[in-house]
């Protein structure tokens, strides 16, 4: 058995703590500053949020919004796109399953990173190129 006493966590602003990682799942604590927000994005895998201290926001790019403290727990799809907002300072426990998600770089062979990782140069050399 592994516990945590997540209210007295010595976590860091904007550094996100690896609880545990598992071939199943990854549990991850994160503060984040009053004021301050998680910008609209996504992971691969399914995602759980539970507010462990503060006031947050959080709106997903479907137009849903949720707004809580301590005890909020919300629940994403894989590859769901939302945002959090803190609305002061906040720390949350953020639960992902399966781990890695399909996609993840972490799944990935060594291959597919090469030619991931070739594609996005090419992206990259394509929008900085003013006649492309």
């Given at each position: 058995m592994k516990t945590w006493e997540l209210g007295t966590l010595d976590l860091r602003p904007h550094?996100?703590?690896?609880?545990?990682?598992?071939?199943?799942?990854?549990?991850?604590?994160?503060?984040?500053?009053?004021?301050?927000?998680?910008?609209?994005?996504?992971?691969?895998?399914?995602?759980?949020?539970?507010?462990?201290?503060?006031?947050?926001?959080?709106?997903?790019?479907?137009?849903?919004?949720?707004?809580?403290?301590?005890?909020?727990?919300?629940?994403?799809?894989?590859?769901e796109r939302h945002a959090l907002h803190a609305r002061s300072r906040t720390r949350i426990l953020l639960l992902l399953t399966p781990w890695p998600g399909e996609g993840h770089p972490g799944a990935m062979t060594l291959e597919a990173k090469r030619r991931a990782r070739e594609a996005a140069a090419e992206h990259d050399a394509a929008r900085s190129d003013p006649a492309g």
């Open positions: 550094a996100p703590q690896i609880l545990s990682s598992t071939d199943d799942a990854r549990a991850i604590t994160i503060e984040i500053p009053a004021g301050e927000s998680m910008q609209d994005h996504q992971v691969h895998e399914r995602a759980w949020v539970t507010v462990i201290e503060g006031d947050v926001e959080i709106t997903t790019a479907a137009g849903e919004r949720v707004s809580g403290g301590p005890g909020l727990f919300v629940e994403f799809d894989p590859r």
